[in-house]
T-cell receptor
Framework: GQNIDQPTEMTATEGAIVQINCTYQTSGFNGLFWYQQHAGEAPTFLSYNVLDGLEEKGRFSSFLSRSKGYSYLLLKELQMKDSASYLCAVRDKGKAAGNKLTFGGGTRVLVKP | GAGVSQTPSNKVTEKGKYVELRCDPISGHTALYWYRQSLGQGPEFLIYFQGTGAADDSGLPNDRFFAVRPEGSVSTLKIQRTERGDSAVYLC????????????????FGPGTRLTVL
Protein backbone atom coordinates (compact mmCIF):
# COMPACT_ATOMS: atom_id res chain seq x y z
CA GLY A 1 0.00 0.00 0.00
CA GLN A 2 0.85 3.66 -0.04
CA ASN A 3 1.11 6.17 2.79
CA ILE A 4 1.46 9.82 1.81
CA ASP A 5 1.91 12.73 4.21
CA GLN A 6 1.78 16.45 3.53
CA PRO A 7 0.97 19.44 5.75
CA THR A 8 -2.66 20.36 6.06
CA GLU A 9 -2.36 24.10 5.59
CA MET A 10 0.19 26.81 4.80
CA THR A 11 -0.05 30.58 4.61
CA ALA A 12 2.21 32.84 2.58
CA THR A 13 2.37 36.41 1.32
CA GLU A 14 1.83 37.51 -2.26
CA GLY A 15 5.16 37.62 -4.11
CA ALA A 16 6.86 35.22 -1.69
CA ILE A 17 7.95 31.60 -2.07
CA VAL A 18 6.29 28.58 -0.49
CA GLN A 19 7.59 25.00 -0.32
CA ILE A 20 5.12 22.17 0.20
CA ASN A 21 6.70 18.94 1.40
CA CYS A 22 5.42 15.46 0.75
CA THR A 23 6.75 12.21 2.19
CA TYR A 24 5.65 8.79 1.07
CA GLN A 25 6.06 5.14 1.99
CA THR A 26 5.13 2.79 -0.81
CA SER A 27 5.16 -0.85 -1.74
CA GLY A 28 5.90 0.16 -5.34
CA PHE A 29 6.80 3.45 -6.98
CA ASN A 30 6.43 4.63 -10.53
CA GLY A 31 6.27 8.39 -10.31
CA LEU A 32 5.16 11.25 -8.11
CA PHE A 33 2.61 13.84 -9.19
CA TRP A 34 1.46 17.23 -8.00
CA TYR A 35 -2.03 18.51 -8.72
CA GLN A 36 -3.63 21.87 -7.96
CA GLN A 37 -7.25 22.01 -6.88
CA HIS A 38 -9.19 25.23 -6.41
CA ALA A 39 -12.17 25.04 -4.07
CA GLY A 40 -15.11 23.35 -5.74
CA GLU A 41 -13.16 22.52 -8.88
CA ALA A 42 -11.43 19.49 -10.38
CA PRO A 43 -7.73 18.81 -9.76
CA THR A 44 -5.43 19.97 -12.54
CA PHE A 45 -2.03 18.47 -13.32
CA LEU A 46 1.04 20.48 -12.32
CA SER A 47 4.07 18.21 -12.46
CA TYR A 48 5.46 14.70 -12.66
CA ASN A 49 8.77 13.33 -11.30
CA VAL A 50 10.01 9.79 -11.75
CA LEU A 51 13.78 10.36 -11.47
CA ASP A 52 15.61 12.15 -8.68
CA GLY A 53 16.08 15.86 -9.08
CA LEU A 54 14.33 19.09 -9.81
CA GLU A 55 11.78 19.70 -12.55
CA GLU A 56 11.10 23.37 -13.26
CA LYS A 57 8.04 24.69 -15.03
CA GLY A 58 7.65 28.42 -14.87
CA ARG A 59 6.89 29.59 -11.34
CA PHE A 60 6.42 26.00 -10.15
CA SER A 61 9.18 23.47 -9.48
CA SER A 62 8.98 19.95 -8.13
CA PHE A 63 11.76 17.92 -6.53
CA LEU A 64 12.05 14.20 -5.89
CA SER A 65 14.37 12.03 -3.78
CA ARG A 66 13.39 8.39 -4.17
CA SER A 67 15.85 7.14 -1.55
CA LYS A 68 14.29 9.44 1.04
CA GLY A 69 10.68 9.01 -0.11
CA TYR A 70 10.45 12.77 -0.32
CA SER A 71 9.20 15.39 -2.70
CA TYR A 72 8.47 19.09 -2.56
CA LEU A 73 6.56 21.54 -4.69
CA LEU A 74 8.02 25.04 -4.81
CA LEU A 75 5.78 27.94 -5.74
CA LYS A 76 7.63 31.16 -6.54
CA GLU A 77 6.38 34.74 -6.96
CA LEU A 78 3.12 33.81 -5.32
CA GLN A 79 -0.05 35.28 -6.74
CA MET A 80 -3.48 35.49 -5.14
CA LYS A 81 -4.79 32.98 -7.69
CA ASP A 82 -2.35 30.39 -6.29
CA SER A 83 -4.59 30.04 -3.23
CA ALA A 84 -5.71 26.42 -3.62
CA SER A 85 -5.11 22.91 -2.36
CA TYR A 86 -2.02 21.14 -3.63
CA LEU A 87 -2.25 17.38 -3.86
CA CYS A 88 0.74 15.03 -3.81
CA ALA A 89 0.08 11.66 -5.45
CA VAL A 90 2.12 8.51 -6.04
CA ARG A 91 1.68 6.05 -8.90
CA ASP A 92 2.00 2.33 -8.24
CA LYS A 93 4.50 0.21 -10.10
CA GLY A 94 3.43 -2.55 -12.42
CA LYS A 95 1.52 -2.75 -15.67
CA ALA A 96 -1.77 -3.56 -13.96
CA ALA A 97 -1.46 -0.41 -11.87
CA GLY A 98 -1.78 1.67 -15.00
CA ASN A 99 -2.03 5.27 -14.00
CA LYS A 100 -3.69 4.57 -10.65
CA LEU A 101 -2.80 7.34 -8.23
CA THR A 102 -2.82 7.38 -4.46
CA PHE A 103 -3.28 10.92 -3.17
CA GLY A 104 -2.24 12.59 0.03
CA GLY A 105 -4.75 14.66 1.96
CA GLY A 106 -3.74 17.86 0.21
CA THR A 107 -2.14 21.07 1.47
CA ARG A 108 -4.34 24.13 1.48
CA VAL A 109 -2.27 27.21 0.62
CA LEU A 110 -3.64 30.61 1.47
CA VAL A 111 -1.95 33.57 -0.20
CA LYS A 112 -2.40 36.87 1.63
CA PRO A 113 -1.88 40.34 0.14
CA GLY B 1 -15.54 16.64 -26.18
CA ALA B 2 -13.03 19.21 -25.08
CA GLY B 3 -12.72 17.84 -21.58
CA VAL B 4 -14.06 15.22 -19.19
CA SER B 5 -17.71 15.77 -18.42
CA GLN B 6 -19.76 14.33 -15.59
CA THR B 7 -23.48 14.27 -14.99
CA PRO B 8 -25.29 15.16 -12.90
CA SER B 9 -23.25 17.88 -11.24
CA ASN B 10 -25.28 17.45 -8.07
CA LYS B 11 -27.34 14.53 -6.86
CA VAL B 12 -29.41 14.47 -3.68
CA THR B 13 -30.95 11.15 -2.75
CA GLU B 14 -32.41 9.38 0.22
CA LYS B 15 -30.76 6.63 2.19
CA GLY B 16 -31.42 3.27 0.58
CA LYS B 17 -31.95 4.57 -2.95
CA TYR B 18 -30.01 3.62 -6.09
CA VAL B 19 -27.95 6.19 -8.02
CA GLU B 20 -26.03 6.28 -11.27
CA LEU B 21 -23.24 8.73 -11.99
CA ARG B 22 -22.05 9.23 -15.54
CA CYS B 23 -18.62 10.11 -16.92
CA ASP B 24 -17.81 11.08 -20.49
CA PRO B 25 -14.01 11.02 -20.95
CA ILE B 26 -11.90 12.91 -23.43
CA SER B 27 -12.36 11.41 -26.87
CA GLY B 28 -9.73 8.77 -27.60
CA HIS B 29 -8.61 8.30 -24.02
CA THR B 30 -8.39 4.59 -23.32
CA ALA B 31 -7.94 4.81 -19.55
CA LEU B 32 -10.70 6.00 -17.22
CA TYR B 33 -10.57 6.37 -13.45
CA TRP B 34 -13.12 6.93 -10.73
CA TYR B 35 -12.15 8.61 -7.46
CA ARG B 36 -14.12 9.73 -4.44
CA GLN B 37 -13.26 12.89 -2.51
CA SER B 38 -14.58 13.82 0.90
CA LEU B 39 -14.40 17.38 2.18
CA GLY B 40 -10.85 18.38 3.10
CA GLN B 41 -9.37 15.11 1.84
CA GLY B 42 -7.50 14.05 -1.25
CA PRO B 43 -9.19 11.93 -3.92
CA GLU B 44 -9.47 8.24 -3.06
CA PHE B 45 -9.10 5.71 -5.88
CA LEU B 46 -12.13 3.53 -6.62
CA ILE B 47 -11.70 1.79 -9.98
CA TYR B 48 -9.68 2.02 -13.19
CA PHE B 49 -10.72 0.93 -16.70
CA GLN B 50 -8.43 0.19 -19.61
CA GLY B 51 -10.79 0.07 -22.58
CA THR B 52 -13.95 -1.80 -21.63
CA GLY B 53 -12.48 -3.85 -18.82
CA ALA B 54 -11.91 -2.97 -15.20
CA ALA B 55 -8.15 -3.32 -14.78
CA ASP B 56 -8.23 -2.57 -11.05
CA ASP B 57 -11.33 -2.32 -8.87
CA SER B 58 -9.53 -2.67 -5.56
CA GLY B 59 -10.74 0.72 -4.34
CA LEU B 60 -14.46 -0.05 -4.46
CA PRO B 61 -15.48 0.01 -0.79
CA ASN B 62 -18.02 -2.84 -0.95
CA ASP B 63 -20.37 -4.69 -3.28
CA ARG B 64 -22.89 -1.84 -3.30
CA PHE B 65 -20.55 -0.07 -5.72
CA PHE B 66 -20.23 -1.14 -9.33
CA ALA B 67 -18.98 0.53 -12.50
CA VAL B 68 -19.23 -0.26 -16.19
CA ARG B 69 -17.73 1.01 -19.42
CA PRO B 70 -19.43 -1.17 -22.07
CA GLU B 71 -18.10 0.53 -25.21
CA GLY B 72 -14.78 1.77 -23.89
CA SER B 73 -15.88 5.39 -23.71
CA VAL B 74 -18.65 6.55 -21.34
CA SER B 75 -18.61 5.02 -17.88
CA THR B 76 -21.32 4.73 -15.26
CA LEU B 77 -20.70 4.35 -11.54
CA LYS B 78 -23.62 2.66 -9.83
CA ILE B 79 -24.31 2.75 -6.11
CA GLN B 80 -27.01 0.54 -4.61
CA ARG B 81 -28.74 1.05 -1.24
CA THR B 82 -26.98 4.36 -0.68
CA GLU B 83 -25.82 5.24 2.83
CA ARG B 84 -25.10 8.64 4.38
CA GLY B 85 -21.41 7.76 4.39
CA ASP B 86 -21.47 7.61 0.59
CA SER B 87 -21.89 11.40 0.48
CA ALA B 88 -18.86 12.83 -1.32
CA VAL B 89 -17.73 14.31 -4.62
CA TYR B 90 -17.21 11.55 -7.18
CA LEU B 91 -14.48 12.46 -9.64
CA CYS B 92 -13.80 10.86 -12.97
CA UNK B 93 -10.50 11.20 -14.85
CA UNK B 94 -9.15 9.95 -18.15
CA UNK B 95 -5.75 9.64 -19.73
CA UNK B 96 -4.34 8.62 -23.08
CA UNK B 97 -2.25 5.50 -23.58
CA UNK B 98 0.61 7.66 -24.84
CA UNK B 99 0.82 5.85 -28.18
CA UNK B 100 -0.81 8.63 -30.20
CA UNK B 101 1.39 11.33 -28.72
CA UNK B 102 -0.73 12.12 -25.73
CA UNK B 103 0.85 12.48 -22.32
CA UNK B 104 0.24 9.19 -20.56
CA UNK B 105 1.28 10.70 -17.27
CA UNK B 106 -1.40 13.35 -17.13
CA UNK B 107 -4.86 12.53 -15.86
CA UNK B 108 -7.58 14.97 -16.83
CA PHE B 109 -10.28 15.28 -14.22
CA GLY B 110 -13.91 16.09 -14.70
CA PRO B 111 -15.76 18.60 -12.50
CA GLY B 112 -17.21 15.84 -10.35
CA THR B 113 -20.65 14.85 -9.14
CA ARG B 114 -21.52 15.98 -5.63
CA LEU B 115 -23.59 13.19 -4.08
CA THR B 116 -25.58 13.91 -0.95
CA VAL B 117 -27.38 11.06 0.79
CA LEU B 118 -29.98 12.27 3.27
Amino acid sequence: GQNIDQPTEMTATEGAIVQINCTYQTSGFNGLFWYQQHAGEAPTFLSYNVLDGLEEKGRFSSFLSRSKGYSYLLLKELQMKDSASYLCAVRDKGKAAGNKLTFGGGTRVLVKP
Amino acid sequence: GAGVSQTPSNKVTEKGKYVELRCDPISGHTALYWYRQSLGQGPEFLIYFQGTGAADDSGLPNDRFFAVRPEGSVSTLKIQRTERGDSAVYLCASSSDGLAGGNYNEQFFGPGTRLTVL
